[in-house]
């Protein structure tokens, strides 16, 4: 990426983000033939080139016919029309645990995706949707999302939602509709209704520390054999590699290339034609006088980032940079961030994988407090209460590339973020038992190693 200030001269359609430092020459307000009222502008650039107009936003529609039969690329992220049909899952928010709305979206051809809302937009669906004065169809148009495994989520920052807008888009689509379908407002499944009202029966934090140590990241780096653990750090620096920020993987999954200028068929069955780089980012975390090296994989990176690591490394080559030891500045989004941090730890590598992580700071106190600093010796157990813990097909939690547990709902990176099976690590597949969403809520205790 570009580490100065754009020219407007150099404007162009290869990427959808511009730096620009300019004056504005002359604004006016306009009112189009519906009555709406928007500004115009002249504004001029640090080398005294005038802009008559600011081009207008275009959008590119994923097809909804190619995701759910998975001929996408799942690191791109997409522009998504649709009405809604029906909401299948909404999650409060509450201690631990953040907004999340889970609706069914349909296309003019009857395709239907499952699309996640999280935070601030899963909660802005919720506003337009109880508001009383809001009758009939819901078309929602959200730009940057991240697709996977058939159903699609915003992303952490970059995505926008529209919602029954007044712009051309929405409203052709919303022509479009059989007349029934337009009068009708989307329904609420049972489901939903049951979990808005009581929500998930375990919080994210048990569902997250579940089959871990949890320790301080002092005793974690006394650990001499691989091991899942739960811990909380502040990432420091990056631990520039020989192999920079990236690698070339399949377009599918994660996995490494053998070789990045040849076609071949993965192990995953895709016949890939052109590699394409997944960030993989190594960097220091701290906590106090302790530092350890921990691995970042490419799903977490780019729902932080707000972009794939072939976007970013495809700017970086138009501006003339193609070096892969040179980290561009947006990768400094990662860093300073105080997390809770869900790890493999690998001793004979000196480093950690992620497979989860949060900085919610409400989260991160409650793991600190509630597990973290009640371990009194150097290995934190978790044990569970005298009812045991029932398994269930279902768990709100998701998580990243190497992680064995399964996932229902896609998150941006804030939170957790979206899995992606790889082979860059081995890593061990056991003990991914899921926790009941049926029995009331049991508090994981903490009890030292004897």
């Not at 519906?34 to 097809?63: C, R, T, W």
């Not at 399964?406 to 804030?414: D, G, H, Q, W």
């Amino acid at each position: 990426m570009s580490r100065k200030v754009d020219s407007a001269k150099d404007i162009n359609d290869s990427k959808e983000t511009w730096r620009l430092a300019v004056r504005i020459m002359d604004v006016w307000s306009v009112v189009n033939n519906k009555g709406i009222e928007h500004l115009k502008m002249i504004v001029m650039d640090s080398l005294a080139i005038e802009l008559q107009n600011i081009p207008p936003k275009g959008y590119f529609f994923k097809d909804f016919g190619e995701i759910l039969q998975g001929k996408c690329k799942t690191d791109r992220l997409e522009d998504i029309i649709g009405a809604v049909s029906e909401i299948n899952h909404i999650q409060s928010n509450t201690p631990g645990k953040k907004v999340v709305v889970s609706v069914v979206l349909k296309d003019l051809k009857g395709n239907c995706i499952n699309c996640n809302l999280w935070e601030i937009y899963g909660s802005n669906f919720l506003a337009y949707y109880n508001d009383p004065k809001n009758n009939g169809a819901i078309v929602i148009l959200l730009t940057h999302a991240m697709v996977k495994d058939g159903q699609v989520s915003n992303a952490w920052s970059g995505s926008k939602l529209l919602i029954n807008e007044d712009i051309p888009k929405i409203q052709d689509f919303m022509s479009k509709l059989p007349t029934n379908e337009l009068k009708e407002k989307p329904t609420q499944s049972a489901k939903s209704l049951s979990n808005w009202s009581g929500g998930s029966q375990y919080s994210s934090v048990e569902r997250f520390v579940h089959n871990a140590k949890c320790m301080s990241l002092s005793q974690f780096c006394k650990i001499k054999h691989e091991t899942l653990c739960v811990t909380v750090a502040t990432t420091l620096k990056f631990a520039v590699s020989k192999y920079g920020w990236f690698y070339y993987g399949c377009t599918r999954c994660s996995s490494k290339t053998p070789n990045p200028e040849k076609a071949y068929e993965c192990s995953c069955g895709q016949k890939v034609e052109q590699p394409i780089p997944r960030y993989k980012i190594e960097i220091y975390v701290s906590n106090g006088e302790s530092k350890y090296r921990f691995v970042f994989w490419d799903s977490k990176c780019a729902a932080i980032l707000g972009m794939t690591a072939e976007f970013m490394h495809n700017s970086m080559v138009e501006n003339g940079e193609d070096d892969p030891m040179v980290y561009p500045d947006e990768l400094e989004m990662l860093l300073n961030k105080k997390m809770a941090f869900r790890v493999k730890v690998q001793p004979t590598f000196s480093q950690a994988s992620v497979w989860k992580l949060c900085d919610d700071e409400v989260f991160v106190k409650e793991i600190e407090n509630d597990y973290i600093n009640q371990s009194k010796t150097e290995y934190a157990k978790l044990v569970h209460n005298k009812e045991n813990l029932e398994t269930s097909a279902q768990t709100l939690s998701t998580s990243g590339e190497n992680d064995p547990e399964s996932i229902i709902l896609m998150t941006p990176a804030k939170d957790v973020v979206i899995a992606d099976k790889g082979k860059e690590v081995d890593f061990e597949v056991s003990g991914a038992t899921q926790l009941s969403d049926t029995k009331p809520s049991k508090k994981l205790n903490i009890e030292p190693s004897s």
